[in-house]
């Protein structure tokens, strides 16, 4: 069996956002999909594991910002790869990244962002129902409010694999392979993961191992001699 056959599924890639009470999150998601048109519902999965989650499960108000091919790979970093439990993902005064990318959003009618950096429409809603799916949970949602943003293109998950992520050579370790750090030795092995570019540095990977950035297992890591 060649699990490589799921890459080829075509899907989009979305910025999730919620609110609930002062506190304001997203996250990065690859699942929504339009399933009636009378009465107008969407659904999509989310990680159990991911803040938004559970802000969502209680909240049952959010906003979807569908990402296009002009999104840059901060923007996966900022909403993808650290969580709204450590960080604050939308600062006072804008949300600007290390490298100083900055994203800007709008306050939606909902109270809720609409990310506008890197996206080309939004659909906004409320929770109808859920579905527990293990390790995520499927949320169905009645549509309450959309606009587009933009004429660009929306970015499937294969354009992001091809255009937009990373590829090992480019990454630095902590964010890539590709470059050596002082007092790094030629021939180091590291695992990459294929979904996101994470980087685990040792010869054997664990079984069990999940990736903290985009929760793939260990079966997604590709092993890497530098």
């Known amino acids: 069996m060649d699990k490589k056959a799921m890459y080829k599924l075509s899907y989009g890639l979305f910025v ?3 609110k609930l009470g002062d506190k304001i999150n997203g996250c990065i998601t690859n699942t929504a999909i339009q ?8 659904a ?10 559970d802000m969502l499960l209680e909240s049952k108000v959010f906003n979807i910002s569908i990402i296009s091919e002009d999104a840059s790979f901060e923007l996966f970093k900022w909403f993808g790869f650290q969580s709204g439990r450590e960080v604050e993902k939308f600062p006072a005064g804008g949300i600007k990244t290390a490298d100083g990318y900055e994203i800007a959003y ?4 909902n109270g809720i962002p609409v990310i506008k950096t ?9 929770v109808f129902d859920t579905v527990d799916l293990g390790t995520h949970t499927l949320f169905i949602c009645d549509v309450t409010d959309m606009d ?11 354009y992001y694999q091809d255009n937009i992520k990373p590829k090992p050579g480019e990454i630095k370790t902590g ?11 030629e021939g180091q092995v590291v695992w ?3 979904i996101c570019g994470y980087v685990y540095e040792g010869e054997d990977l664990p079984d069990d191992f999940i990736c903290p950035w985009c929760k793939h297992p260990a079966s997604d890591f590709e092993r890497v001699v530098r």
Do not use: Q, W
Request: one cysteine or more; aromatic letters at 6%.
């Open 16 to 18: 999730l956002t919620t």
């Open 35 to 42: 399933v009636t048109t009378d009465p107008n519902r969407i």
């Open 44 to 53: 999509f999965a989310v990680n159990k594991m991911n803040y938004t989650h």
């Open 106 to 109: 709008d306050i939606s009618s």
């Open 118 to 126: 890197g996206t080309n429409s939004f659909i906004s809603g409320n």
């Open 148 to 158: 587009v943003l933009s004429e660009a293109a929306s970015a499937t998950y294969a």
């Open 175 to 185: 964010d890539s392979v590709g470059t050596l750090e002082k007092g790094e030795k």
């Open 192 to 194: 990459v993961c294929k």
